[in-house]
């Protein structure tokens, strides 16, 4: 198969995904916090920003617009800032092999947990504001921090991220019990090629 009708096929995956996940918030009534939604996704209890700091690769994800120009090794790198604050540079392959990079910042709004946070990225409406409501949700870790599950209050986005290009069985097991416990479908999630790790995008359920 040529890469140009690979992209094609991918991209109308993406698409129909996404299309789903639009009708699925519209079914459940919007984002949380109006009257009479349903609670968002739980953080974990506490996130040690010190061991959750350094990069991740992610593995898998709900599609959203920002990432369809990614064909592999989707990366986010998290570093301390001088005003205390978390970087955020994001980064990836297209499909015409070039890097893509985007950079912003991450602040903590809950200090109890430190697992809810508004992400911000200049020059990207409706996220260009460095204080915001939470858009980030550290919902699942492992407990050697070697993969997260992160997604939003509403639960129409998803990534699961990992230190390294691969889980094992165990590890994927427990990211799937995590997504549900979450409120989501694994079937929404796609999985993300990496070098080293899953070469193809299929729903989480079935690969």
Avoid: K
């Avoid at 991918?10 to 349903?38: C, D, I, K, M, Q």
């Avoid at 609670?39 to 061991?51: C, K, M, Q, W």
């Avoid at 991740?56 to 301390?80: E, G, I, K, M, S």
């Avoid at 949700?137 to 599950?149: H, K, M």
């Amino acid at each position: 198969m040529h890469r140009r009708d690979s992209l094609r096929m991918s991209t109308r995956l993406l698409v129909g995904v996404v299309s789903a996940l639009s009708v699925t918030a519209l079914a459940a009534g919007g984002a949380s916090g109006e009257p009479g939604s349903v609670a968002g996704p739980a953080p974990v209890p506490r996130l040690e920003l010190d061991r959750y700091l350094g990069t991740w690769r992610q593995l898998a994800a709900v599609p959203q617009y920002f990432n369809l120009a990614c064909a592999r090794d989707t990366q986010a790198n998290y570093t301390l800032d001088p005003q205390g604050n978390i970087a955020v540079r994001n980064t990836c392959t297209t499909w015409s092999n070039t890097q893509n990079e985007i950079n912003g910042t991450a602040v903590v709004n809950d200090r109890e947990t430190g697992a809810q946070l508004h992400v911000s990225f200049p020059g990207v409406p409706t996220q260009d504001s460095l204080n915001g409501p939470t858009n980030y949700i550290v919902t699942a870790l492992g407990p050697d921090y070697s993969w997260a599950v992160v997604t939003d209050p509403s639960g129409t986005s998803g990534f699961v991220l990992a230190r390294a290009a691969s889980l094992d069985a165990d590890a994927w097991q427990q990211v799937r019990a995590a997504i549900v416990a979450a409120g989501q479908n694994p079937c929404l999630y796609l999985t993300s090629p990496t070098t080293g790790g899953e070469s193809r995008i299929v729903p989480l359920c079935v690969s």
